[in-house]
């Protein structure tokens, strides 16, 4: 019996989404949430889990197509037959109805509806046909889903990002084995890392951060890489994926926003040396507090002094839609185009907890598994080209928001301190903002806030 897998919507109402490439081949015996393909949407890399288990019959597109949501995308066969005796006829329905809609990647395979799950279970228990099916099922489980075994209670799988995972595989260590240390519950990295150095294995975290900030550094995609054929004048690269989504948000923004920029440069010696101090600080070993940390807590204190940069423009309902929390979008640079994953609640953080949440964040928009979730809901926006040595720009706005704060870089120059000519460490800020919302008062005021903090971060010890 044959069973087609057909491209799920991915999220975000998304139409399509290009194949990366296979993780498997025609021939292969494939396990259920086994991942099988990498797919580009719009936003992300996403990996898809089979919902299937059995051996791949035929892949229906080659890497680079882009396949539409529905399109039959792999044929499975030689699946397993259910041990008890066959169910009714509205059971089989049912069945058929649940293989003809996958659930959404990430989730896992769709809870089954019939009773056969059942039955299945009670022949594991008494060592009948069903123990190997209900074995598979337990080890190719998603991490965070309890699932049903042949125990008196079910069996929570560990929690993880993507990156995680792969990382967890590559090194050959079993997530269930590795502690979570963060509050939330979730595996990360640093937390495999840790298991690895302590059992003896080399997760070469130092070589594989230098790999993946210098892809983020470049700000290059893939394509945009590639060398050209001996004799080639042009190359023609598809415009897809994040690049194509990016572009089109770029010319909404800038044709229905009046965007307005005004620069502004500080003194922050004072915001170097905290970070200095924080870096020497053992308590804080391990976490990565840098000067893109402080300037988020400065804007998070300066949005709740000036509302008017943390609102959007709600043309369809005219009104004006102020908001009373801070999803900070922070705009990451990698091999496939920019994109601007969120922090939600960062208002409600420590400095801390913010650069923790930083660094996260631009370990996953590394590896290109950033979920189109975590790009939405976005209330203010901080983009550092200050990285690629530029002094100042005039970034473009997200749609939806109505300001964007972009951090210079930083450099020691002859600066009047304290009556006296001094070197000191200046950094030029640049403030884009929609003028529907925002006028020039509104602007300059919450600059300047942000910029008192940065000359002076004991200051935001008054703000609130």
């Known amino acids: ?17 290009e194949l990366v490439s296979w993780l498997v081949a025609e021939g292969d015996e494939v396990a259920l949430n086994q991942n099988i393909a990498e ?15 059995g051996t791949v019959q035929k892949l229906h597109h080659a890497a680079g197509d882009v396949v539409e949501v529905g399109e039959v995308l792999i044929t499975f066969g030689g699946g397993e037959p259910d041990a008890a005796a ?30 056969r799950p059942q039955r299945r279970a009670r022949a594991a228990r008494t060592g009948g046909a069903g123990t190997g099916a209900e074995t598979a099922v337990l080890e190719a489980a998603p991490h965070d889903a309890i699932v049903e075994q042949p125990l008196e209670r079910p069996i929570e799988r560990p929690r993880s990002t993507p990156p995680v995972r792969k990382l967890a595989k590559d090194l050959g260590i079993d997530l269930a084995l590795v502690e979570a240390t963060g509050a939330t519950g979730l595996i990360t990295r640093a937390d495999v890392e840790a298991y690895a150095a302590r059992v003896g294995l080399d997760a070469h975290p130092a070589a594989d951060e230098a790999r993946t900030a210098g892809a983020a550094g470049t700000g290059q995609s893939v394509a945009a890489g590639r060398e050209a054929a001996p004799g080639e004048r042009v190359t023609r690269i598809p415009i897809r994926g994040v690049r194509k989504v990016t572009a089109q948000a770029m010319v909404r923004s800038a044709f229905t926003a009046p965007h307005v920029t005004t620069f502004h440069t500080v003194d922050i010696t004072e915001t170097m040396r905290l970070v200095a101090s924080l870096k020497a600080d053992r308590s804080l070993e391990g976490h990565r507090i840098g000067v893109m940390a402080v300037a988020a807590k400065a804007v998070c204190l300066a949005l709740g002094r000036n509302p008017s940069l943390n609102a959007k423009w709600d043309a369809d309902a005219g009104e004006i839609v102020e908001h009373h929390y801070v999803n900070l979008g922070i705009a990451a640079a990698t091999e496939r185009g920019l994109i601007v994953p969120v922090i939600p609640d960062a208002d409600a953080m420590t400095l801390v907890e913010l650069a923790d ?3 996260e964040l631009a370990q996953v928009a590394r590896s290109g598994k950033t979920p189109p979730s975590a790009m939405t809901g976005g209330t203010f926006s901080i983009t550092n080209f200050g990285v690629f040595g530029v002094e100042a720009g005039t970034p473009i706005l997200n ?39 925002v006028d020039g008062a509104e602007g300059s005021r919450f600059l300047v806030d942000v910029a008192r903090v940065l000359e002076e971060p004991g200051r935001a010890m008054l703000l609130r």
């Open 399 to 437: 749609p939806g928001e109505s300001g964007i704060l972009g951090l210079g870089s930083v450099a020691r120059r002859p600066w009047e301190h304290d009556g006296e000519i001094a070197l000191r460490d200046v950094m030029t800020l640049s403030l884009s903002f929609d003028h529907r919302l």
């Open 357 to 359: 949440a930083i660094t």
């Open 86 to 115: 066959p169910a009714a006829a509205d059971e089989d329905a049912a069945e058929e109805e649940e293989k003809a809609t996958p659930n959404l990647v990430g989730y896992g395979a769709a809870p089954r509806k019939s009773a």
């Open 39 to 53: 797919v580009e949407t719009a936003k992300a890399v996403i990996e898809l889990p089979s919902p299937f288990a």
């Open 1 to 17: 019996m044959s069973q087609d897998f057909r491209l799920p919507d991915l999220g975000e109402g998304l139409p399509d989404a």
